[in-house]
């Protein structure tokens, strides 16, 4: 499956942004996705994932409460809302695809099979 990110940008400390990741594969509903970020410097992390059906999600402590990752499987695309956005929330976010991955078992980057380019969200001071 091929992946697309989109919807980064440069906000304010307490701002919110919506990130989108289209697919161009027909069996997007097959996949369970997740979001993961790369700060300058640090490892990728993981942020939050969604099962294939779109029923069972998980978040990084980090952003509980704060994101919220969602799915329309009719667009072929994945969401991450992040609310109150904080500078440590800047990195390059990235989005991928685990063929009827196990949420809980996302966490790391060699669960996935497919990887979207990256957008860069910057949140300021």
């Known amino acids: 499956v091929q992946l697309q990110a989109s919807g980064g940008g440069l906000v304010q400390a307490g701002d919110s942004l919506k990130l989108s990741c289209a697919s161009s594969?027909?069996?997007?509903?097959?996949?369970?996705m997740g979001w993961l970020r790369q700060a300058p410097g640090k490892e990728r992390d993981f942020v939050a994932a969604?099962?294939?059906?779109?029923?069972?999600?998980y978040y990084a402590d980090s952003v509980k409460g704060r994101f919220t990752i969602s799915r329309d499987n009719a667009k072929n695309t994945v969401y991450l809302q992040m609310n109150s956005l904080k500078p440590e929330d800047t990195a390059i976010y990235y989005c991928?695809?685990?063929?009827?991955?196990?949420?809980?078992?996302?966490?790391?980057?060699?669960?996935?099979?497919?990887w979207g380019q990256g957008t860069q969200v910057t949140v300021s001071s």
């Open positions: 991928a695809a685990k063929r009827y991955g196990i949420v809980e078992a996302m966490t790391r980057q060699e669960s996935y099979d497919s």
């Open positions: 969604i099962s294939w059906t779109g029923g069972s999600t």
């Open positions: 594969g027909r069996t997007f509903s097959s996949y369970s």
